[in-house]
Every structure is written in C-alpha cells, then in structure tokens.
C-alpha cells in the first residue's frame, strides 16, 4: 500500500478495529500539497537531471507543480458529474499551503534569511495560474474544493537555510531552479537533507520558529479564503506535539495523525505515538486518520506498476465501511496536475471517475464529506 508498503488484508482488517465508529457510508477525500511549488519547469527538471541528480526517480519531481487553471477546472468538472446519496457532489478536501519561498529576497541576504510570498503571488510566475486563486473561491462556493491547513510551506524553513549556508551544491542548484524539494541522493552522491516536512526538528531550539509559521501561516489562511482553518494536516507527518497549544490558540479543531505518528524530538529521536480516529489531546482537539489510498500517479515509482488503485481503493472502503469507520482517502495533488505532462491529470481522472462510478454503485447510501465536516459529526458525539 502506498505510505506504508504493500499491506496484507489482515493488517488493514485490524487497523481498522478501533476508534470512533458509524453506521453512515462516509467517504472523505484528503488531497495534500496544494499551493505549493515543486517542479518549477521541464527545463529546469532536465537541469537537475543532467546535474546528476536522480530527480526522475520521484513522481512528485516528475509531475507535480503549482496547480494551473485547467488542473483545478477538470477536476471540479469531473466532480459535477457525480451525486452522493444525500444529493451533492463528491467534495475533495484540499489540504493546502498557503506560501512558497521568495528566492530572489532569500539570495540577495546571502541565504541567511528567508522571505515568503502568499501562494497567490507564486501564481504571477507561470503561464497558466491566473485564475487558481478565484478557481479556489468557487470550489469553496460550490462545495467541491474545500481548503484546510497543511503548514505556511511544504518547506522545513530552517533546515535549507542551513543547508544553503553550507553551500550543498545539490540544495544551491535546485534553489537557482526554483525547487525545493530533491532526492536525499544530490549531485556526486551528496548527501541532501530532508526539505518537505516543515515541522521536522533538528534541535529543539527549531519549535520557537515553527509556532511563528503556524502562526503566520493560519493568519495568511484566513486571509485568503475567509474563514479560520479548523483542520491541520502537518506536511509529510511529524510534528513535536507541543505546538498543538499554538493550533488550538488559532481555533484549529482537528488534527491528523498517522495511526503510529512520529513526533520528532530533536537530535535524530522521534517518540511514536498511537492513536485512532476520534481520539483526543488535552485541548479537546480530535485526531483525524486515513485509512483508504488512491495514488495513481505513483504507480511504477513507490508502488509497483502493476497495482491498480481502483481495485485497490475499492476493497480499503469495503473494509472501512465493515467496521463501522469512514473511508478517508489519501489522493495528493500530484495525481491531478497536468500543468508539466497533461497525460497525468487525464490519465488519473479517468480512473478517479471510474472509482466514483463504481463506488456509487457498490454503495448506493454512500455519503461524502470534508475532513471537518466529519471532525464536526465525531465532536457531537463526544
């Protein structure tokens, strides 16, 4: 399975067993990494390449760039073209960041300090982004792509100052490319640290500077989409559980884990934390999990080419809906961006549609919801 190695039946059988349950058929699609940069252009991902940098060996460096227009207006398209049992669309919750570094101001310090500009702004560098901000406002309107909180940037701000400060080729290159994110291999075997987990720590010294860009970050949120953010997604998963006071100052309900969350605590030591749907911390926030995987974009580098993610999907709900639980899918936007190879978007869509029409018709009651949507209904129970 994706995110986790090919899983037997058993194990996602007894994954399943604990935590909060329902009788409802709910289906809610998660979609990480929206609004964030990745492959800046195919010129620039055939610079990393000739460097010496196995950047084709990553989907995400393959396909995945900054959502365009017709990303984000054939996925809601297709969406229009489905009803639920209660009458409404299918709806994707976007997990979304909401800025991108300013290299240009970041280079002229000399790498010793880092700006960010609104994801809005990182738009007005590509060719087809005109319209994503006002594509966002109707999928809010329209109930089809509802945004929540994945982090300011999918970037660990501090680790690739250090890492530039250095001078890593590797981490110099793709800054000059305007990427962030690279294979751990680089240029001659170089090693790269880590970029895409922004609230990985090194030491513990990292956490004053990460509640500043919680804080910024659900600031910026607001401001642009119009409402607080209720739901936190951490980028890439860890995430040192004292800031959780800092989320709950800004009115965040809902937090997801991982059902084993790596919590880093500094200095290359993670504790693991267990935790199910439903469950609690000492704010009264809810934990959030997912249980279900539909990645079609992976399929040939993380996972084997031969798997099919309808199948494979399908039989995770069946099991989810067995033991009374959700079925939340992990789909992240890279499965869905055409912007670099318009193939990859046709080629997801096409299956997503066949999923949705199959899923309706194994479970006519199916009902779907936003990730806070079901925080909501769990919170009632509580």
Known sequence: MYNGGIKSALRVNVSNILGWRTNRKIVVIESDDWGSVRMSSPENFERLKKAGISIEKSHYNLYDSLES???????????????????????????????????????????????????????????AHDKVHDLWKEGIANRLLIPVFHGR???????????LQRGNKSTLLAFDCGVTGIPRKGI??????????????????????????????????????????????????????????????????????????????GNGRYRVNTRFLGDQNQFGQIYLTRNCFFEPAASGFECPTSKNWIDCCLKEIEIAFRWH??????????????????????????????????????????????????????????
């Not at 409404?88 to 700006?115: C, L, M, Q, S, W």
């Not at 992990?330 to 961006?337: L, T």
């Open 69 to 127: 227009n017709d990303d984000m207006s054939h996925l809601m398209e297709l969406l229009c073209m489905h009803k639920d049992a209660t009458g409404r669309h299918p709806v994707i919750t976007g997990v979304n960041v909401v800025a991108n570094p300013d290299f240009e101001k970041v280079k002229a310090t000399g790498y010793k300090e880092y700006f960010y500009e609104p994801y809005i702004e990182t738009c007005k560098h590509y060719t």
């Open 153 to 163: 940037e999918h970037l660990n701000v501090q680790r690739w100052l250090r890492a």
């Open 188 to 265: 001659g075997g170089e090693v790269v640290p880590g970029f895409q987990a922004a609230f990985d720590i090194d030491t513990v010294t990292d956490l004053e500077y990460q509640k500043s860009v919680l804080d910024t970050g659900l600031d910026l949120f607001e401001r642009l989409y119009g409402y607080m953010a209720k739901y936190f997604v951490p980028t890439n998963g860890p995430f040192n559980n004292s800031l959780e006071t800092v989320l709950n100052d800004q009115g965040v309900k809902y937090i997801n884990t991982g059902k084993k969350q790596q919590e880093p605590l």
């Open 325 to 382: 639980k959700p079925a939340t899918i992990s789909s992240h936007r890279v499965n869905y961006i055409g912007y670099l190879h318009p193939e990859n978007r046709s080629n997801t869509l096409k299956q997503f549609n066949e999923l949705l029409t199959r899923m309706f018709k194994k479970w006519p009651d199916i009902e779907f919801m936003t990730s806070v949507e079901l925080g909501d209904l769990i919170a009632q129970t509580k």
